[in-house]
């Protein structure tokens, strides 16, 4: 699953895509369930064509390429000699516990990760001191991403 923030026309919405099959994507914006079936591969500049089925009514936005902006990602942490924390999830940060400069010991909870619904305590792997955080609360983060860096 991926999460994205985007705006759109001024407006924010929060959306999950769950399952990408063929042409046909499940997602949901701002909590609300769609099937969305593209018509044609995106590309660059192309006006983005999508249909909606749904019982529910869809929200009413005109999704043109440059309207859409992705949250920014989180900057690769400078792990020379450090432990890297990292996701092991697709999700939200909820909150980070600590700052860089600070004295973190093995299993001790680093960051609140929010993923598929669910509150995920995301631990040091090792005592050290903390180096480097490449997060922020409200970040969306993928799989793999590192969030903290402890040497």
Not at 80 to 103: E, H, R, S, W, Y
């Amino acid at each position: 699953m991926k999460n994205y923030k985007l705006k759109i026309n001024g407006n924010n919405y929060n959306v999950d895509i769950n399952e990408v099959e063929g042409q046909e994507i499940k997602l949901e914006v701002n909590g609300t369930a769609y099937t969305v079936t593209v018509d044609q591969e995106l590309r660059a500049h192309q006006t983005r064509t999508t249909t909606v089925i749904s019982d529910r009514a869809a929200p009413r936005v005109s999704a043109a390429h440059g309207d859409v902006q992705r949250a920014s990602a989180p900057k690769p942490g400078s792990a020379a000699g450090g432990t890297k924390v990292t996701t092991p999830l697709p999700g939200t940060i909820l909150d980070v516990f600590v700052n860089v400069g600070d004295q973190v010991k093995s299993g001790q909870t680093v960051v609140l990760l929010e993923a598929m619904k669910m509150e995920n305590n995301i631990e040091a792997d090792t005592e050290g001191t903390v180096t480097s955080i490449n997060v922020r609360k409200g970040d969306s983060v993928l799989e793999g991403d590192t969030l903290i860096v402890i040497s």
